[in-house]
Structures are given as C-alpha cells and as structure tokens.
C-alpha cells in the first residue's frame, strides 16, 4: 500500500511512495505526530539522480523487518534536496560541523521541533569499513531516546545553538577590487593541476563558475595565464570521461584528478553552466571544440531533458539496467534485443568493451575506434569495460569515420536500457539553461536553441510565477510544486530573462527578471547588504540558511548580486546598483581567500569593475546591418555587458521605451547604429561592426 508520498510531485519522493516505510514528506504534520507519539523523526534527504542514496533505499527502506522498526519508534521523513534545498542546507550544515563531512544520502534524527542531535550519511545493513549498520544506528538512538533523553535534549540544544552563535562575516564596506581579484588569480594558480587542468585533487568538479572568472578577468585585463588555465581546463574535461564522446553532455564530476571515470548522472545545472562556458570560451578563442562541445551540450539538453511543457528535467539517473552478453545487438548496432540482467549499475549505458566495440563496428573501425576513444582490452572503469575519451592531442584523423564510427556506436548504445530521467522542473536550474541556449543559439545561428529557451522561459512565468510575482521552486507535468523559491530561483531566473531579453529583443524578459529582483531587495535582503538563502516570510527553520559560496551551482547571493548589477545597467536603477554593491561585500572578504568556492562572485565583480558596458542597438528590425551590429554586441567579451536591440524609440504600451537603453537612440544617417557607455560616459555612436567590436573588447 503506498506511504504518503504518492502524492508528492518530487520524483524521488515518488521512488520512495511504495517502501514498507511510512514515510511522511516534510511538514509540520510530521513533526506534530512526533510529538503526539513522543518519539524522534528521521530525516532522510537525497535526491533522484544519486546512487548511494538508491543503494541505501534498496537495501534498508525496502527490507521489511527494517521497515518495521523504523514504523514502531520514529517517524520518518523523506526531503528531496532539489525541492527544499533549504532544509538540506541547514541540515547538511550541522552534519559538517559534527561530523567534518557531508553528502548525500543525509541521514538526521530530530526532535519534534526540528533540533538534529545523531547525524550520519549511508549507513549500510551490515557493519561494515568500520561504519555501523542501520540498524544498529536505529537501536541506538531510540535507545539514548528512552534511557537518555536529557542527554539528547542537552546534545540538541547545543548544536542548535552553535549553529544559531554561527555569523557570517560580510566583508565590511566597499566591493572587491583590482587587488582582491589578482590575490584570487593567484590562488586559483596555487590550486591548479598543472598536469590535468581543473583546480584540486580527486574527486575533481567541473569548475564552471571559477572559469567564468578567468574568463573574464582575461578580458579586462590581457591576462594570458588566466585564459591558459581557463582554455586548459575545458579542453581536458572536453577530452575526458567526464564528457560523453558520443552523444554530448557531462557527468557530475570526475571520481579521479585525470577526468578519466565519471560519476555517471547528467544533472541539468552541469550541463547548462557548461554549454554557457564553453560558447563564451570560443567567443575568447574561436576554439573549434570549444564550439562542437557548446553545440552538443545544447543538443544533448534539448534531445534528452526537454519535458512536454517546454521546459528541461533536472537530472539522468547514473544508474541503468545492465545489459546482458545475449542482448548485445548485431553487427552495425542494428535491431533492439531484449535481455537485461535485471541488475542497475552504474554506467552501464554508458562504458565499453573492445568485445562490443567488434560487435558494433566489424574488427578494423573497432580496432580505430579503440586507439579514437582510449578503449583497451583491460579497461579504464570496471570489469574490463572503458569510459570513452579522446586521449590524443595531435595528429590527423580522418573525419568521416570518425563520424561514421560515432553514429553507429551511438545507434548501438540507444538499444540499451536508458537512465532513468528525474522529471520535475527546478527553476533556477531552467534559469542557467535559458542562459546557456539563448546565448549558444546567438553565436552560433541556431534560432532553435533561442526558440527552446523562450519556451522554457513561458513555462516558468505560466507555472512558477504567481500574480505576486513570487517564485515556486518546481513543477512537475505542469503542475506547480508546494515549495517557495529560494534566492537561487530568483537570481538564476532573472539572469536567464535577461539574457533572453538581451538575445531576442524583447522587453518583457527585462521586466519580468525587474519583478524577480525586487523581490529579492524586498525579501531576501538583511543589513549591509547581506543575502539570505530564503525569503523573510519563508517556513521557519532552526536557523535560517545564508551561503555566499558556490556549490554546483552559483550561490543565491551572487547570482543574485549579477542579476541586479545586470538590471541596473538596463535600467539605471540605483537602488538595484546598491543592492548589487552590497551584496559583493563578501566577495571582497571571501574571493581572495577560497576563490574555488566564490568563483560566480568574482565573475561579477569582473563586471562591476568593468562598468559594466551598457550597449544599445538601435535600427529597423529584419535590416541586416541591425542584425550585424547586434551579433557583434553579444560577441563582445567585455565583461557582463548588457546588450539592448530594436526600433528607434521603440516604446511598449504604456508610451515607455521597451528597454531603457534606447530611450533617446536615433539612427545614424538613416542607418542602425550601436551606442556604449560606461560609468556615465558614452562612447560616440556606430554604424560600423569593427568599431563596435573594438569598443567592447579594449581593456581599459
């Protein structure tokens, strides 16, 4: 019989609707039967795309006799991490400071009000590598609960009350400057695996936002060594088994320093940051791969993450069903056979074997194909299996076969049993995606790209956005989740409309991201500028969440601080500038000292120092010079420029200019002309695309 999660719209809840547990979701229902049958809740957060947390489901949460127990002496509750990220920050806040580590799945046991006072990870169902079992950590706290509840209640209250002494140290007055951002650089260089690129050892993350950084710093500034490491980086993560040789995309990170094994899950915040980085590296270099793995990305996004409602899911599981030696399909990878063991491991969609490689292919392209991709008869990954990659930095290859090799190998793989997709619509993660394909679809003349992010963008405003202009944080089919937007909804979000708005030329985006932000001045905003991970008349928790420091994804704060500072050079807007300068405070204070961890936040005080530049292109629009001078504005590397297009006095129906920017913009001579000011001073305007294209990329 389901559990109370049937009715959830988070698809890892729904994973768990069927266990013998009786699982509540969060909710002070929960805590109130807590409190009614006077014993602690567990908390189990996880989310769909993991693979420990499947593994600790299976082998705990659907045994029966653990069940049990669990129903006789707790009430337990299941949080998916991607609908309440707030929940797990606290949570995993207090795992860290208990325990030095954290991950997931997170296993909590609380009070009836919330107070954590046992915290651990995956626990398994025998003891084992020195870890208890579950059930033994069940026995064990239930019995501190009854024969030691003063204890427990002493343990609680402390932790709570660390947590609560905790202050975030803002950084005082005044944003970060030109030595905060060299001391930075010069960090990350200390931090930079000369020999594989990414910064750090094993595991190794994709680095997008501190990219985004060296990017932009090499803009402003002429630093080659910041381009290097960004240009190196991306090329070896580009070559590696962290990206998928065959059909685009990238895992979540990288178990080893090299990039070689994955940790399979595609999750759609990677993959959105990274198509975004790798169009804005070939917009530095004119990189050719830099180009290919932007365009497969974006194709690879809209081919496997695209929902019926026109927005994208959040993750592909790591895990799939493993395919029998009988269901390997024949010679020229054609004709689906059935034969799945049964068993889900991971990477199972995704590794090869020399032996499938001569199945696919026929000896001689296997044998290509092997020296192409780096498979070897002893494998890179497990039981002799090898993660494709593209080991070879020189010499010619030829094209068409290598063409021909991937589409039959990619035919094959499509035979197999797929990942299963985490369906549910996240809005800040569906925000870096309008980002990414709006932007891919300009530089590289893919109207589509831009039409599937404007899509995305008209789902969120149908079906996140209420007449308040409040953000929910998911959907799923359509239908909006019960959770409130956390500031890296808002932030996300309003860049995603604004990059929009600066890709198509449509206005709305522009007032649409100007709702989102005054939201966050209204809502999210302590003193001194300081940002808050959740809205001032959120749901109470034992602390309330605030981190400026990214994770996979930019922090709420400074994707925030970007989006206001972005707004601002749209609008003039000062109280959006100051909002945006105060929030960067912790940039100074934090990005000279872990700028792995602030990396969004020194990417937009890139900009703040660079102005930024304020362009607007103004001329009739389906002209052709207007179109130039419009791609060339959003070619211009000059860091967080804002790009405004359309007709001379183009006015919305209120009689107010439809972007700021070209209130008071005439033609040129009769000709489209671009303007660009910075700091209050404007440079003469153009109708030529060299000129324009000097003006945004001179370091000044």
Same mark, same amino acid.
């Given at each position: 019989?389901?559990? +109370?999660?049937? #009715?959830? @719209?988070?698809?890892?809840?729904?994973?768990?609707?069927?266990?013998?547990?009786?699982?509540?979701?969060?909710?002070?229902?929960?805590?109130?039967?807590?409190? +009614?049958?006077?014993?602690?809740?567990?908390?189990?957060?996880?989310?769909?795309?993991?693979?420990?947390?499947?593994?600790?489901?299976?082998?705990?949460?659907?045994?029966?006799?653990?069940?049990?127990?669990?129903?006789?002496?707790?009430?337990?509750?299941?949080?998916?991490?991607?609908?309440?990220?707030?929940?797990?920050?606290?949570?995993?806040?207090?795992?860290?400071?208990?325990?030095?580590?954290?991950?997931?799945?997170?296993?909590?046991?609380?009070?009836?009000?919330?107070?954590?006072?046992?915290?651990?990870?995956?626990?398994?169902?025998?003891?084992?590598?020195?870890?208890?079992?579950?059930?033994?950590?069940?026995?064990?706290?239930?019995?501190?609960?009854?024969?030691?509840?003063?204890?427990?209640?002493?343990?609680?209250?402390?932790?709570?009350?660390?947590?609560?002494?905790?202050?975030?140290?803002?950084?005082?007055?005044?944003?970060?400057?030109?030595?905060?951002?060299?001391?930075?650089?010069?960090?990350? @260089? +200390?931090?930079?695996?000369?020999?594989?690129?990414?910064?750090?050892?094993?595991?190794?993350?994709?680095?997008?936002?501190?990219?985004?950084?060296?990017?932009?710093?090499?803009?402003?500034?002429?630093?080659?060594?910041?381009?290097?490491?960004?240009?190196?980086?991306?090329?070896?993560?580009?070559?590696?088994?962290?990206?998928?040789?065959?059909?685009?995309?990238?895992?979540?990170?990288?178990?080893?320093?090299?990039?070689?094994?994955?940790?399979?899950?595609?999750?759609?915040?990677?993959?959105?940051?990274?198509?975004?980085?790798?169009?804005?590296?070939?917009?530095?270099?004119?990189?050719?791969?830099?180009?290919?793995?932007?365009?497969?990305?974006?194709?690879?996004?809209?081919?496997?993450?695209?929902?019926?409602?026109?927005?994208?899911?959040?993750?592909?599981?790591?895990?799939?069903?493993?395919?029998?030696?009988?269901?390997?399909?024949? #010679?020229?990878?054609?004709?689906?056979?059935?034969?799945?063991?049964?068993?889900?491991?991971?990477?199972?969609?995704?590794?090869?074997t020399p032996g499938q490689f001569r199945d696919v292919l026929g000896e001689a392209d296997a044998e290509f194909a092997a020296r192409y991709y780096g498979v070897t008869e002893e494998?890179?990954?497990?039981?002799?299996?090898?993660?494709?990659?593209?080991?070879?930095?020189?010499?010619?290859?030829?094209?068409?076969?290598?063409?021909?090799?991937?589409?039959?190998?990619?035919?094959?793989?499509?035979?197999?049993?797929?990942?299963?997709?985490?369906?549910?619509?996240?809005?800040?993660?569906?925000?870096?995606?309008?980002?990414?394909?709006?932007?891919?679809?300009?530089?590289?003349?893919?109207?589509?790209?831009?039409? +599937?992010?404007?899509?995305?963008?008209?789902?969120?405003?149908?079906?996140?956005?209420?007449?308040?202009?409040?953000?929910?944080?998911?959907?799923?089919?359509?239908?909006?989740?019960?959770?409130?937007?956390?500031?890296?909804?808002?932030?996300?979000?309003?860049?995603?409309?604004?990059?929009?708005?600066?890709?198509?030329?449509?206005?709305?985006?522009?007032?649409?991201?100007?709702?989102?932000?005054?939201?966050?001045?209204?809502?999210?905003?302590?003193?001194?500028?300081?940002?808050?991970?959740?809205?001032?008349?959120?749901e109470p928790l034992i602390r309330r969440p605030q981190d400026p420091t990214d994770n996979a994804t930019p922090s709420g704060w400074t994707s925030a601080a970007g989006a206001l500072?972005?707004?601002?050079?749209?609008?003039?807007?000062?109280?959006?500038?100051?909002?945006?300068?105060?929030?960067?405070?912790?940039?100074?204070?934090?990005?000279?000292?872990?700028?792995?961890?602030?990396?969004?936040?020194?990417?937009?005080?890139?900009?703040?120092?660079?102005?930024?530049?304020?362009?607007?292109?103004?001329?009739?629009?389906?002209?052709?010079?207007?179109?130039?001078?419009?791609?060339?504005?959003?070619?211009?590397?000059?860091?967080?420029?804002?790009?405004?297009?359309?007709?001379?006095?183009?006015?919305?129906?209120?009689?107010?200019?439809?972007?700021?920017?070209?209130?008071?913009?005439?033609?040129?001579?009769?000709?489209?002309?671009?303007?660009?000011?910075?700091?209050?001073?404007?440079?003469?305007?153009?109708?030529?695309?060299?000129?324009?294209?000097?003006?945004?990329?001179?370091?000044?």
């Amino acid at each position: 019989m389901p559990n +109370r999660l049937a #009715k959830a @719209t988070s698809p890892y809840l729904l994973q768990h609707a069927d266990n013998p547990v009786d699982w509540w979701p969060w909710g002070p229902e929960a805590f109130e039967e807590a409190r +009614r049958r006077d014993v602690p809740v567990l908390l189990s957060v996880g989310y769909s795309a993991c693979h420990w947390c499947h593994v600790m489901a299976h082998e705990s949460f659907e045994n029966e006799a653990t069940a049990a127990y669990l129903n006789e002496h707790f009430v337990s509750v299941k949080v998916d991490r991607e609908e309440r990220p707030d929940v797990d920050a606290v949570y995993m806040e207090a795992v860290q400071a208990a325990t030095g580590q954290g991950g997931w799945p997170m296993t909590v046991f609380l009070n009836a009000e919330g107070e954590p006072f046992y915290f651990g990870t995956y626990f398994p169902p025998a003891p084992r590598h020195g870890m208890p079992s579950f059930r033994q950590v069940l026995e064990g706290v239930n019995s501190a609960w009854t024969d030691r509840r003063a204890e427990v209640g002493e343990v609680a209250g402390r932790i709570v009350g660390e947590l609560a002494g905790r202050s975030l140290a803002h950084g005082g007055e005044g944003v970060p400057g030109e030595e905060e951002l060299a001391q930075a650089l010069l960090a990350l @260089t +200390r931090d930079y695996d000369q020999t594989h690129g990414g910064f750090g050892g094993a595991p190794k993350f994709p680095a997008s936002m501190v990219v985004e950084f060296l990017l932009r710093h090499h803009a402003r500034t002429g630093a080659e060594g910041a381009l290097q490491m960004a240009s190196d980086t991306c090329e070896a993560m580009a070559r590696g088994g962290i990206y998928d040789q065959l059909g685009g995309g990238f895992a979540r990170y990288s178990v080893d320093r090299e990039w070689v094994i994955p940790h399979f899950e595609k999750m759609l915040y990677d993959n959105a940051l990274l198509c975004r980085t790798y169009a804005r590296l070939w917009r530095a270099t004119g990189s050719d791969l830099a180009r290919r793995v932007a365009l497969e990305t974006a194709d690879f996004m809209v081919r496997e993450l695209r929902t019926a409602e026109g927005g994208f899911a959040s993750a592909l599981d790591a895990d799939s069903e493993e395919v029998s030696s009988e269901a390997r399909p024949q #010679k020229g990878g054609g004709g689906r056979r059935e034969g799945g063991t049964g068993k889900h491991v991971e990477g199972a969609y995704y590794a090869w074997t020399p032996g499938q490689f001569r199945d696919v292919l026929g000896e001689a392209d296997a044998e290509f194909a092997a020296r192409y991709y780096g498979v070897t008869e002893e494998g890179t990954f497990e039981e002799g299996a090898s993660v494709l990659q593209l080991p070879q930095g020189e010499g010619v290859v030829d094209a068409a076969r290598v063409e021909s090799v991937r589409q039959r190998l990619l035919t094959a793989r499509e035979t197999r049993p797929r990942p299963e997709r985490d369906d549910k619509i996240v809005a800040a993660w569906n925000g870096l995606a309008i980002a990414a394909l709006a932007e891919t679809g300009a530089y590289f003349g893919r109207p589509d790209l831009v039409e +599937r992010a404007t899509e995305a963008a008209d789902l969120l405003v149908r079906v996140h956005l209420d007449e308040t202009a409040r953000l929910a944080r998911t959907s799923k089919d359509g239908r909006v989740g019960a959770n409130a937007g956390v500031l890296e909804d808002y932030g996300d979000v309003a860049e995603g409309f604004l990059t929009l708005a600066g890709v198509t030329g449509e206005g709305v985006w522009l007032d649409f991201a100007g709702f989102l932000l005054d939201g966050v001045i209204e809502r999210f905003t302590g003193e001194g500028g300081a940002l808050y991970d959740t809205a001032h008349d959120a749901e109470p928790l034992i602390r309330r969440p605030q981190d400026p420091t990214d994770n996979a994804t930019p922090s709420g704060w400074t994707s925030a601080a970007g989006a206001l500072l972005s707004y601002a050079a749209h609008t003039g807007s000062e109280a959006h500038r100051t909002a945006a300068e105060g929030a960067l405070g912790v940039v100074k204070a934090l990005g000279p000292r872990a700028p792995r961890f602030i990396g969004w936040g020194l990417a937009v005080a890139e900009a703040l120092l660079d102005g930024p530049r304020e362009v607007a292109v103004v001329g009739p629009r389906g002209d052709a010079a207007t179109a130039e001078l419009h791609r060339t504005a959003l070619l211009g590397t000059a860091p967080g420029a804002v790009v405004a297009v359309g007709e001379p006095a183009a006015q919305d129906a209120s009689g107010e200019a439809e972007f700021p920017l070209l209130a008071g913009r005439p033609l040129v001579d009769g000709r489209a002309a671009a303007y660009v000011c910075r700091g209050f001073v404007c440079s003469a305007p153009t109708t030529e695309v060299d000129v324009l294209a000097e003006q945004l990329t001179a370091h000044l």
